[in-house]
């Protein structure tokens, strides 16, 4: 028994309670509470809402990427104009190059303000402008060539170049600003202070001879400096209280550690209004330094790189935030003791994490974090969920669900026959097929069912037309392509599933009805027998037969669409065949090229979907293509169908080798936008369309975290709020991920 009903919902992000005594719920619902707690995600609601009415801005729950015309090593989070909302930064290693996102009502501005600037930076950090003490300045330190640049955010959105300073010797360490000064290790051992105010000289001092690797500036003016050499750190107190010019002083007492310094934060750990400082670095180390020997804990992530610090939760301790390369990693250490922290949280941070940065970057208090991902040429965005806890969520990412091995397609439906919908996924690793209940929004999967060898081509509907929804996929079977039919009960299981020969191969699997035959009707792609097979349920015989064949060369992608304007649904079929000079194929019409000659050569069609982008009443088709290369981008072609013909209305260029597409109004303005899974990229990437003229524009928006090399992406309203989510399959790492909509209120 599944309880359902009004507790079926998700609460809008903005309404998260993550403290305080929760209503009172029936069992179930709190049962569905709990587990939506325990994944971070917010509490169901006692009442289901209403559909809503767009435009809405998107908010999927999960990691979004902003995309960067360069790989980001530096960034930086806070208010940089004084208007109370926090801005992004971020620096990016070559070429040189300042990106600021600047904040608003709801979330950061899609486009950031930029500027060139000096070339691998080694730290980004805000300082108030010394000519005027009401504004704060982005204070960049680069190392080619060597120098210091401050930045002020004009109230138009520029970059304003404030003050340069150059450096005898490349920087490699920036340690942070004190009293208006830039303090700043060099590669010539030396520290230099570096003020903002072109009337000031710098100072230096020799550090001896060891080299800094990392530094740290503390509020208390103290310099914790970090040293590659000698897999120490070291200590000066106040020392840029009591410098003096012509003064010399001696080399700094080293603390061995036995590993690599990468990176310093100053935190209250114990809660006593005293901040300590903490050093990270080895292969998976943090170190307390307060003045006596390095004590150590488990940085729980492997190579931990970066630190920063804030109360996450509001019980007015603050929390550490590292990141670690080894793993891909972002950890969140909470409650510390004699030993350290006792709570370690850990989630995937994204491609190759550098830097990291906290702040408040969309309309509710939370903290949010921010990650640099260099050879991704991204910025990863996470919105604080408020919650600092064993076994949730302190960062919103992608709902995951584990399931059978290397999961390829995804279809849903309601098996239950409740308006809820399900989710189904074939993991062609292990040759089943997950069935996942939907319980109050979240899915929980069963025992797999058999599916047969290298499943592909799921779909999900009442194929016998009992009321019930079935499940139907393709498999190959010693290269004998079969169709397999598991009727559904109506209660949420499946029976037995029916086989049939289809032909030689099994390339793709369509449900519908079909130019005005009555009833639905499976069309199976066998793209090795050139020919196109029709299956449709025998009412007599209570069994599945196969109805008719189209000789059709080499057929790769299909979808059905009323394409002609006349109501009755056709197929529209691409052939395993260059789409530069190869047309489309309706079955029961004349051929169609929209697409020759604006593709690169060598791109084919990996999925052709159907829907209205431009909000005529007639489907378009979108064409997602590749040319199959592993780190090849691929192409997405949206096709308007107008009276007059067909009309190529946009082409963009989607993540690395993109497996599958699916069209659908994902912002409530009428118009069909598109997600797609971008495999090797590791990430969902979402268009919406935009009217522009007489035709449409794909806009992209950020990318978001799913999962590992995700093979398919399905949208569906699991949680019934009138706002469609994202299922995705990932095929590296065996789970079903869901991106909630939660658009704010």
Known sequence: MHARGIGSTLLALGLLVSCGEAPTTPPAEAAATDAARVQGLPQVQEAPRKPRHGPWPLSFLARRELRVPGKPVCVWAGDLDGDGRDELAAALQEPGRLLVWRGSAGSLESEPCSIEAGGWPVGLVASPDPLDPARRLLVLVARQPP??????????????????????????????????????????????????????PPHAFGLGPEHACAALVTSAGDLHIGFQAARAVSRLEAVLRWWEPGMRIEPPALHALGAIPRAFAELDLDGDARTEVV??????????LDGGPPRA???????????????????????????????????????????????????????????????????????????????????????????????????????????????????????????????????????????LDNEFG?????????????????VAADVDGDGATDAAWLVDDARVAKLCLARGDGKGGLLAPQTLE?????????????????????????????????????????ALRSSDEVECPLPRAAVLAAWKGDGRADVLIASDADLTDTPFRSLVGPTTAPL???????????????????????????????????????????????????????????????????????DGDGLADVAVAAQNSHLVQVWLARKAGDGVKLVRQSDLGAGLGPLDVLGVDLNQDGVIDLAVANNFSDDVSVLYDVPPK
């Not at 050093?279 to 307390?288: E, F, H, K, S, V």
């Not at 084919?604 to 780190?631: E, F, H, I, K, Y």
């Open 297 to 435: 804990w488990s940085a729980g992530g492997l190579v931990p790189l970066a630190l920063a610090a804030a109360d996450l939760d509001g019980d007015q301790r603050a929390e550490l935030v590292s990141i670690a390369s080894g793993d891909t990693a972002f950890g969140v250490q909470a409650q510390f003791g004699a030993n350290g922290a006792t709570l370690t949280l850990s989630e995937y941070a994204g491609q190759t994490p550098v830097a990291l940065a906290l702040g408040r970057f969309d309309a509710d208090a939370r903290i949010d974090l921010a990650i640099a991902n260099r050879d991704a040429l991204a910025i990863s965005v996470l919105s604080g969920t408020g919650i600092v806890k064993e076994k949730k969520n302190a960062f919103y990412q992608a709902t995951r669900v584990a399931v059978g091995r290397n999961p390829v397609a995804l279809a849903s439906g309601n098996f239950h026959g409740d308006g809820a919908s399900e989710v189904l996924t074939l993991n062609s690793g292990s040759g089943d097929l997950s069935l």
């Open 147 to 200: 120098k210091l640049q401050a930045y002020a955010l004009t109230a138009t959105g520029e970059l304003v170049l404030r003050c340069e300073r150059e450096f005898d010797s490349a920087p490699v360490a920036f340690a942070g600003m004190r009293g208006g000064s830039a303090v700043v290790c060099t590669r010539d051992a030396r520290i230099v202070c570096a003020p903002l105010d072109p009337k000031l």
């Open 279 to 288: 050093a990270c670095g080895g292969d998976r180390a943090l170190w307390l």
């Open 502 to 542: 289809v032909g030689r191969s099994a390339t793709a699997l369509l449900a519908g009805e079909w130019n005005g035959a009555p009833g639905l009707q499976l069309i199976a792609l066998d793209r090795d027998g050139n020919r196109v097979r029709r299956f449709a349920w025998d009412r007599a015989a209570r």
């Open 596 to 666: 020759r000659g604006v593709l690169p050569a060598g791109f084919r069609a990996q999925t052709l979907c159907a829907a209205d982008c431009d909000g005529d009443g007639r489907p378009d088709v979108v064409v997602l293509a590749s040319n199959g290369q592993a780190n090849a981008a691929g192409r997405l072609a949206l096709v308007l169908n107008r009276a007059s013909g067909e009309k190529l209305a946009d082409v963009v260029e989607t993540g690395l080798l993109p497996a599958r597409a699916w069209a659908g109004d994902l």
């Open 442 to 458: 979240l899915l929980r999967a069963r025992a797999p069912l058999a599916a047969g060898p290298s499943p592909r081509g799921l």
